[in-house]
């Protein structure tokens, strides 16, 4: 019956495509004779995975197909017709990996999927330990999840490797999973299979960028630690030998490698691992069902019992299987020799065998095994073997033996465990080899030599659940085990392929597979010192060796060389080894299989070349010579039976493929992708990709033959002197930055070639890091240049022949120039030479953008790359030229004088020694010489010479004015001179060259144009007065200071902010030391002309602080001054006037240490005038200041009511004439002395006043207050002058409207541009407030809420003028009446401040719209279209007029700001009355709701007999409380979260509202109230409230409620709350 999967193949109609062409053929053929089969698909094949006798391949839109021996379906496909893995068909497949006899395959999503062979547990089918499924026929997923996390999440997969009985995963962390069995897995574990992918903890923090595996052992490349983390693996330090500032950049050398002793080759314990594998498992043979339903498996038996084969052939596809053998000797011989089969003793049985072992379509066994027909791969090699757990796994090959005794033991081991006596013995052989020999026996002397150079940088981490994970970031990820990556290379930081790597390995060694000078195995990974520092870029592993290739294009091999797979005849093979390659081969791709290498390189032209070395079919003679000779031979050496190449050899056919791009071996076949050259684009990504290649050997060659050993040479600073050692050193450091960008560019060219369908062409580095690349080139440029200006290059010939020697002969193939007679080298030629790449960049870009339509975005991407490097070409060609020429000018004009101007970066642009310019009015036998340097034009006057930096320097044309002068006028910022041309081409030319070096020092194009008068550069001011030795950076206008820059004086002076005309002007940052208090002075604000004007804040070094305004550096206008806990004197504020740096004017003085508070007018920093003053106390005093003190007439009010008002001398001393008053009534009238707290003298008379009236004599003395107190509209008179000063006016109203809006607009804008910190709030009100507003308009009802949304938008922001005003008088009022100033004397005070706020508030708006009426004026309607006169008619029907007052339109703008404050002094001044208040409302709130509204006689038709409870009706009874009236009590509450008294009147009116809905469904729809009705029920609703301080809220409402509507409908209501207060307070039947 035909297999539906293989039908399905066959209906597929093959149209080849022009990219991934797939390649198959079989190594063992001689290379004359083979002939790769073309496997045809529709689709591109974007990856191949080649296994021991199958394979999978990855096409076009995640589709899998399998050919070859599927063992586990039994199913034989050729390779010409694969079948589809239809179980996968959906899941989108990115990678595909073929172990030994099983299959992987990775998805998008990172998930696994496994099917095959699982006697061992790799295809992660097992449940407890034990495998259930031998075979796993079709794919299954494998569940990798990190259960170390809480909650266990599922890993993220990336890669895929699978050996012959394990597989390996690589995550998306980089960390590595393996599941299966075997030491392979580097797990630390005792128990084989392992069924569920577990965490290799050994390296557990390192990143692992790749994984290879091979047959029984693994290979992973790691990235290197930083050199930070060094100490952190216990590492040898780097030691360089150069003592310069640039060494560490260059080669290193290090110490010798820490010894391993403390070290466990092995791992773990012996006794560990074999009890877990003396562990009944069940480890079944591979099977492989005949057609007849037999099956053959393999059971233990003797060694020396005869093997009988059984031949059965299966037609399949047109081929025929071979027999399937099993090996029949289990036992291990750790120096067993080549093993010739005892059953072939005669001429025609060998015949027999060649036939069956040259027949590829018969031939599926594994050819490494035939060196023994053991199961035990140690025995292949003639060395000593000491693999100690070979025998443990199951039988390397593939050919299965059945024994007649042991026939129906088919579920038996394979091979039986080593026993522990055979291991101990090994290990003291070992042991007793390694101590008589300091450098193993297995490793060849003059190899350690090597590797001491390049010592691994780390040694393993601790194998434990608890490593420390350290995150790196991720280095570039070639493809494992051949084939393309899936996915795009990891990274290192700067988005290119990581070049510092090393290489671990782990597994079976006993073939020296492991790289590690020996034949142990390893249970755990294990750094190869060797190749640590030789930058691996990827690795693979053959059945029995290895493979890695270098960013230098070399190939480093080790393991089993019993074919020549790997590609030399050196010794040892434990360790890694050179592969011989022909000249001119640059390998860039490799893949290892059983018995064989294939490697892809870069040859003469640009399509790669396929080189082979390894396992090779002979004629029949010759297989029959040799093993005639092997049979016959006494030797226990092995005789290889085959022939094979040793030397990687050219393979023929390749040209005729294509272009190669990635190579893939396993078993003994292989298979390469490849692509035709459609549009020339394949072919232009070789050629960049090889000539990037060559470029970076180039580099590595001369940094090896050259650089390096003159740079540790120690005569090197002798002989090039200390200046030119400096540069020298820069030189090798940026070569070696250079050289290692082409490398890693090499390498990320490398692995996008190995996908090269798969990926984006915008996404190649030299697009992506153009940055990157143009900067690394300029700098390496600048470098050569520096060193050749300076002579360098002279003395450094010098030193290379002299040192180099015979190398001399290398470094003349590495020259690049022609060479002279005597064969020297061209150093400036070969150094110069890298800069020729950028050219190869650009054509090659060029090339491929010509594949795509100029729309794309391909096109534009390539296109604009392709102009970057071309104009970076020419850029720094002409660099080179510069300088050269500059060399042969200091050469010519060599000296002392000239000496001292020859700097590193310095070049000549031009000179005057022809007398071509001279200085104008110059004597007549005066000397001037001009030289022209890219920074600097420099005046020689015989041997005096002046340097004017070109970035401050200006070049003008003078206008000829008819007297026939070629004139120049040069600028600087301290100096201005003219330059006369002889000729109008020499003006011309000097003012080209000119403005051309000016243009370039500027980082223009240096095209010729006139650069900008405005610049930003620095300068260090010489002859000035005022800068002197001062320097200067930031902005420039006609050689004066302009702009923002910052100016630090050498004495710690430092000026950052604005300049204006050569001045500081604007907003600036200043630091002023002050020598006497060794701190320093700071200032932050506004300057004008170079003065401190305008508003600021100024931070003195005794630790006082002013925020205020100056006037020509002093103090003038409204300021805060803070004294410090630093200062001298005690700690107090002051905040009001100040005139030319003294208090002068209205302020408030807090005295934070005495607990006083001054509040009056001040003099020349004296109190002088009338005032206030408050005490910590609660003592009162108002009176008149001369000389700081009180005197004259006063009044004083103690905290009990104590009034006395009478004459004050010598502050606050009582002398003269006066009247005590006291609480209750009783007066003293008479002469007083004394001091208030002490006591006092009186002759007087006392008074006692009548029962009739003693309340109003109370009255009268305290109305006597504020008498000699500053009226409020005098005070803060600085703070409006100020608002006024900003909006461009000289004085209240006097100004121009339209500059204060342009004022403001350019205000906001210069905020809003200036402060980066702005909230996005914040960022939108200043746009808003940039635009003027319709200012002119009359203001009519419909625009003057537009006017009111302006003015709250304005006082949100300090930036606009109003919202400085309101933010300032808030200070203001708080710095008054908080603290000692909350005193209830001053109640009346406060409140007149807030009108007088109002009411100058109210002038500036009026001002800044002129529309706006006069407080308490009626606004006009709007003019209405004819269309809208109905509906205006119907809003005057309805009294829609609105009346503009002061404190409707700015109280809810100041009063929230200032309410705590004033609410405070309501609250103190009302505190007995509420005092009685709050008692009755507690008592009588006691009492239920019926009784309540009884006792307060509210008429029983208005007591609500219902009440809802979250929308439920219950019944009011007798026992209820708070029942009643809820909503009006609730809306009446909110009076206290309302700030003004507009607001409070609309809750009052709210709760009328509230009430009146509550009543109208128990009375009659057409009800109206009465007071008498009304009254007692808004007494119950105030009761039930229990509002706190409702007597202040009264009083604040009365007090600053508008006027408009005092008599209106919210007076009433008001008056009603008023009453409601009173009457609880006072009537004492409640």
């Not at 090779?616 to 010759?622: H, I, K, L, T």
């Not at 391909?858 to 510069?882: F, I, T, V």
Request: include cysteine; proline fraction near 5%.
């Amino acid at each position: 019956m035909e297999n539906p999967e293989e039908s399905l193949a066959s209906e597929q109609v093959p149209r080849p495509p022009e990219r991934g062409l797939l390649h198959v053929w079989h190594s063992a053929g001689h290379n004359k004779q083979l002939c790769p089969e073309r496997v045809l698909l529709s689709r591109p094949v974007l990856q191949v995975s080649l296994g021991e006798h199958h394979g999978l391949l990855l096409a076009q839109g995640g589709q899998v197909y399998s050919f070859g021996e599927l063992l586990w379906r039994d199913l034989s496909i050729p390779v010409s017709a694969p079948v589809p893995e239809v179980s996968l068909l959906g899941k989108m497949v990115v990678r595909v990996a073929a172990g030994g006899f099983h299959c992987g395959a990775l998805n998008e999503q990172g998930s696994v999927y496994m099917w095959g062979e699982n006697t061992a547990g790799q295809c992660g089918q097992t449940e407890k330990g034990t495998v259930t499924n031998l075979t796993v026929p079709d794919p299954c997923p494998v569940s990798v999840v990190d259960s170390e996390v809480v909650p266990p999440v599922v890993v993220r997969v990336v890669d895929l490797a699978c050996g012959r009985e394990h597989s390996l995963a690589l995550s998306a962390k980089n960390e590595l999973w393996a599941w299966g069995s075997g030491c392979q897995l580097g797990l630390v574990t005792s128990t084989f299979p392992v069924g569920k992918p577990q965490k290799v903890e050994h390296l557990a923090g390192r990143h692992v960028i790749q994984v290879a595996c091979g047959a029984y052992h693994s290979l992973a490349l790691v990235r290197s630690l930083p050199p930070q983390d060094y100490n952190t693996q216990n590492a040898p330090k780097k030691k360089e030998r150069g003592q310069s500032p640039h060494c560490s950049v260059t080669e290193r050398e290090e110490l010798p490698a820490v010894e391993d002793a403390h070290y466990c080759p092995l791992g773990v314990e012996l006794t560990e691992v074999m009890k877990g594998e003396t562990s009944p498992q069940v480890r079944g043979p591979r099977q492989r069902l005949r057609a007849g339903g037999m099956s053959l498996s393999s059971s233990p038996g003797s060694e020396d019992s005869k093997s009988n084969t059984k031949d059965t052939k299966l037609e399949s596809e047109g081929h025929t299987d071979n027999a399937m053998q099993t090996d029949s000797s289990p036992k291990v011989h750790l120096l067993s020799g080549w093993r010739t089969n005892k059953n072939l003793s005669d001429e025609l049985e060998l015949q027999n065998l060649f036939e069956k072992l040259s027949d590829q379509s018969l031939d599926k066994r594994d050819t490494d095994s035939l060196s023994s027909h053991t199961s035990d791969d140690s025995c292949v090699s003639s060395t000593p073997s000491t693999d100690l757990l070979t025998s443990s796994y199951k039988d390397d090959s593939n050919t299965k033996r059945q024994t007649p005794n042991n026939s129906g033991m088919s579920g038996s081991h394979s091979s039986s465990p080593v026993c522990l006596d055979e291991v101990r013995l090994c290990l003291e052989k070992e042991k007793s080899a390694l101590q008589g020999l300091k450098s193993s026996s297995l490793t060849n002397i003059h190899q350690k030599g090597k590797t001491a150079a390049s010592r691994r940088r780390s040694l393993p981490g601790t194998p434990t659940h608890g490593s420390p994970r350290r995150r790196h970031p991720c280095a570039c990820r070639p493809s494992s085990a051949g084939g393309a990556p899936a996915a795009a290379p990891e990274e290192a930081e700067d988005g290119l392929p990581s070049l510092e790597t090393e290489v671990w390995s782990w597994g079976r060694g006993s073939e020296g597979q492991l790289g590690h000078g020996d034949q142990l195995a390893r249970l755990q990974p294990l750094c190869i010192k060797s190749l640590t520092g030789e930058e691996v870029i990827k690795v693979s592993a053959g059945s029995h060796h290895s493979l890695a290739l270098t960013a230098q294009c070399q190939v480093y091999s080790w393991g089993s060389n019993m074919f020549g797979q790997l590609g030399h005849l050196n010794s040892p093979v434990t360790v890694p080894q050179q592969t011989k390659l022909s000249d001119g081969l640059r390998v860039w791709d490799l893949s290892a299989g059983q018995s064989h290498s294939l490697l892809l390189a870069d040859g003469d032209y640009v399509q790669p070349v396929l080189l082979y070395c390894g396992q090779q079919q002979e004629p029949m003679s010759v297989q029959t010579e040799r093993l005639l000779q092997s049979h016959s031979s006494s030797q226990r050496s092995p005789k290889r039976v085959e022939s094979y190449t040793v030397i990687p050899t050219l393979l023929p056919f390749c040209i005729e493929m294509g272009y190669v791009s990635s190579v893939c071996s396993g078993g003994q076949s292989c298979a390469v992708l490849a692509d035709h050259n459609v549009m020339g684009f394949i072919s232009a990504i070789h050629e960049l990709a090889s000539r990037e290649r060559h470029f970076y050997c180039w580099c590595s060659s001369v940094r090896k033959i050259l650089l390096t050993p003159l740079r540790y040479r120690e005569s090197v600073c002798p002989v090039l002197g200390e200046q030119c050692t400096h540069l020298f050193f820069s030189l090798c450091e940026s070569f070696v930055q250079l050289s290692t960008l082409i490398g890693r560019h090499a390498t990320a060219l490398t692995y996008f070639l190995h996908n090269v369908q798969g990926w984006d062409v915008t996404i190649l580095p030299l697009l992506t890091h153009t940055e990157y690349f143009m900067g690394i080139y300029k700098k390496y440029c600048y470098s050569v240049g520096d060193f050749q200006v300076m002579g360098g290059f002279q003395p450094l010939h010098k030193l290379s022949v002299e040192s180099l020697g015979f190398q001399q002969a290398l470094l003349t193939q590495l020259s690049v120039s022609d060479q002279s007679v005597s064969g020297d080298v061209d150093l400036v030629s070969m150094l110069y030479w890298p800069l020729q790449q950028l050219h190869q960049y650009s054509r090659a870009l060029l090339k491929l953008a010509a594949c795509y339509d100029v729309l794309t975005v391909e096109y534009q991407s390539l296109d604009q790359g392709h102009k970057n490097y071309e104009a970076l070409s020419s850029s720094l060609l002409r660099r080179k030229n510069e300088a050269e020429t500059t060399f042969l000018f200091w050469k010519t004009h060599s000296g002392k004088t000239t000496e001292c101007l020859r700097l590193p970066r310095r070049r000549v642009v031009c000179e005057s020694s022809n007398r071509s310019l001279t200085l104008q009015n110059a004597g007549r036998f005066s000397n001037h010489w001009f030289i022209l340097f890219n920074d600097a034009l420099v005046h020689t006057q015989f041997s005096t010479h002046h340097i004017y930096p070109l970035t401050c320097l200006w070049v003008k044309p003078v206008t000829e004015d008819g007297s026939g002068l070629h004139a120049l006028k040069i600028t600087c910022p301290e100096e201005s001179f003219t330059l006369v041309a002889s000729t109008p081409e020499e003006k011309n030319k000097w003012l080209r060259s000119l403005n051309q070096a000016v243009d370039q020092v500027l980082g223009g194009g240096g095209q010729g144009s006139s650069p900008a008068m405005t610049r930003t550069a620095s300068y260090m001011f010489t002859a000035e007065e005022r800068f002197k030795d001062a320097h200067y950076t930031g902005s420039w206008l006609a050689g004066r200071v302009h702009g923002r820059g910052t100016m630090k004086w050498p004495d710690g002076r430092l000026y950052k902010g604005n300049f204006k005309n050569g001045l500081e002007d604007g907003y600036g940052e200043c630091v002023i030391p002050n020598k006497l208090l060794n701190k320093a002075d700071t200032y932050q604000g506004q300057w004008r002309e170079g003065k401190i004007h305008g508003f600021g804040k100024y931070k003195y070094a005794s630790g006082e602080v002013y925020e205020g305004c100056f006037c020509d550096g002093q103090r003038h206008g409204y300021g805060m001054l803070s004294s410090g806990k630093l200062a001298k004197t005690s700690s107090s504020v002051f905040i009001g006037q100040w005139v030319h740096d003294t208090k002068t004017g209205y302020g408030v003085y807090d005295d934070i240490t005495r607990g006083e508070k001054y509040m009056g007018m001040w003099l020349d920093d004296q109190r002088y005038g009338n005032a206030v003053v408050i005490t910590q106390h609660g003592v009162y005093f108002e009176g008149t200041f001369r000389e700081n003190k009180m005197s004259g007439p006063g009044l004083l009010v103690s905290d009990d009511d104590t009034i006395f008002h009478g004459e004050f001398s010598d502050d606050w001393t009582i002398s003269g004439k006066g009247v005590l008053s006291m609480p209750n009534g009783d007066s003293l009238d008479g002469q007083f002395s004394g001091e208030w707290s002490s006591g006092l003298k009186v002759v007087g008379t006392y008074t006692k006043p009548g029962t009739d009236e003693p309340m109003s004599k109370e009255r009268n003395g305290l109305n006597r207050l504020d008498k000699y107190a500053v009226p409020a509209d005098q005070r803060w008179i600085c703070v409006f002058d100020e608002c006024w000063s900003r909006l461009g006016c000289d004085a209240a109203g006097r100004g121009e409207r339209t500059t204060a809006w342009e004022n403001i607009a350019v205000t906001i804008t210069t905020a809003r541009r200036q402060s980066p910190d702005l909230s996005r709030s914040q960022t939108k009100v200043l746009e808003c407030l940039e635009f003027i507003p319709q200012y002119g308009d009359p203001v009519t009802t419909a625009n003057y809420d537009n006017i009111r949304r302006y003015l709250t938008k304005a006082c949100e922001t300090p930036y606009h003028p109003l919202g400085w005003l309101v933010e300032t008088l808030v200070t203001a009022y708080r710095m008054t009446y908080v603290g000692v100033g909350s005193n209830r004397r001053l109640l009346r005070q406060a409140v007149q401040e807030v009108q007088a706020y109002i009411t100058h508030f109210y002038s500036i708006v009026r001002f800044l719209f002129p529309g706006l009426p006069e407080d308490g004026s009626v606004l006009q309607e709007a003019p209405t279209s004819p269309s809208k006169s109905r509906h205006s008619s119907y809003k005057a029907g309805q009294g829609s007029a609105v009346v503009v007052s002061a404190s409707s339109l700015l109280l809810p703008l100041l009063l929230p700001r200032l309410y705590p404050p004033l609410f405070t002094l309501y609250s103190l001044q009302e505190e007995q009355e509420e005092a009685q208040y709050w008692e009755r409302i507690l008592r009588l709130n006691k009492q239920p709701d019926q009784s309540l509204l009884g006792f307060l006689g509210v008429q029983e038709k208005f007591w609500p007999l219902w009440m809802s409870i979250l929308g439920e009706k219950k019944q009011i009874v007798s026992s209820s409380k708070d029942a009643c009236f809820v909503s009006a009590v609730e809306t009446l509450q909110q009076i206290s979260t309302r700030f003004t008294p507009s607001d409070k009147l609309m809750v009052i009116q709210k709760t009328f509202e509230e009430l009146t809905l509550e009543v109208k469904p128990l009375l009659d729809c057409d009800f109206l109230w009465c007071m008498d009705d009304l009254f007692p029920l808004f007494l119950y609703v105030v009761l039930r409230a229990r509002i706190r301080n409702l007597g202040a809220e009264v009083s604040l409402i009365e007090d600053l409620m508008d006027p408009n509507i005092q008599h209106g409908e919210l007076g009433l209501m008001f008056t009603t709350l008023k009453a409601c207060y009173i009457q609880i307070q006072h009537e004492t039947n409640m």
